[in-house]
């Protein structure tokens, strides 16, 4: 048994690229160790927070690869070895659900945005339950989350929702394949008639940007307009013009931000979250170039679903390529979402 979990084993370090990374790891700590590394506070953050991430994603490997070396020295010996054989093996199986997060932006954090679709203000109630689904999930799992970005529906919900979700070595990785159109069968709530209704929600899930260098904006290709963010009025009210509208003239993509208070701001996150909404695309496509992205086209309307979410006549959360099916809806909208992300 224990020759077949070495070769498991040496398989998935050879996946990993171990040893190079582990050099990459000992670099980041010298780096670190330098009397000087915070001089320079933004290149001492990213790289802290990339060797925290390499740190995480390695050590296990190299934990569990060292005690399995102790474990055949000591069944070597003729000791009885059933007991930690089967702890390394559990280690292993936990460990293995990470191996398949190997895209090239898995390990970065998440930016979600969700947008409500075809359904009134059932669709925006609808948007609401979802982004209520993701924060219960981020709280669950011990997350961090960043509130970008929010505009209410005009009577319930939301019309859409950007936020950072942070905190784990594989965030995006997770959360990727929530990525496309929810819809939702219930009786609505904002009828006399009581009717089973449809709803759609668009979510958005990109990989959060960071370095400049991993995707490379041309600002001639960005048409950059301000406007006076929105506000409920009253003495607080934003008189400057000081939201950001982007637009990526290649792709037709479009962000607005108007949550900070400076125009410089809202510019940033705005580029930030433009950045991720092409990698994510850049990912989806297979392109090498971001002048050959072809712009998203997918409605949040029937036919383009990944999930279906039946309240009424009966209690289904189904993916529609059959890759997930669970009759437990409120335990799923209430966060509850680790079978369904295939991380448990």
Known sequence: MTEE????????????????EAEKLQDYQKQMADPDFWSNSDKAQKVSKAHANLKSKIEPWIELDQDLKDLSELSELGEDINNQLEELQARYIRLEINLRFDGQYDTNDAIITIQSGAGGTDAQDWAQMLERMYLRWVEK?????????ETAGEQAGIKNATFEVSG??????????????????????????????TSFAMVEVMPAIDEPSEIELDETELKIDTFRAGGNGGQ???????????????????????????????????????????????????????????????????????????LHPYKLVKNTDGSFESGDVDGILDGQLNELLAIQ
């Not at 208070?261 to 433009?274: D, E, G, H």
Request: without cysteine; glycine residues 6%.
């Open 236 to 310: 607080s009210v934003n008189t400057t013009d000081s939201a950001v509208r982007l637009t990526h003239i290649p792709t037709g993509i479009t962000v607005s931000m108007q949550n900070e208070k400076s125009q410089l701001q809202n510019k940033s996150a705005a580029l930030k979250i433009l950045a991720s909404r092409l990698a994510q695309l850049k990912e989806e496509q297979h392109k090498e170039k971001l002048s050959e992205l072809k712009g998203p086209n997918q409605e949040a309307a029937w036919g383009n679903q990944i999930r279906n979410y039946v």
């Open 168 to 197: 784990d070595t594989y965030t995006y990785g997770k959360l990727k394949r929530e990525h496309g159109v929810h819809r939702l069968v219930r009786i609505s709530p904002f009828n006399s008639g009581g009717t089973r209704e």
């Open 5 to 20: 979990l070495r070769t498991r084993v040496d398989k998935a370090l050879k996946k990993l690229n171990i040893v190079f």
């Open 141 to 149: 799992s011990d997350l961090k989350v960043n509130i970008l970005s």
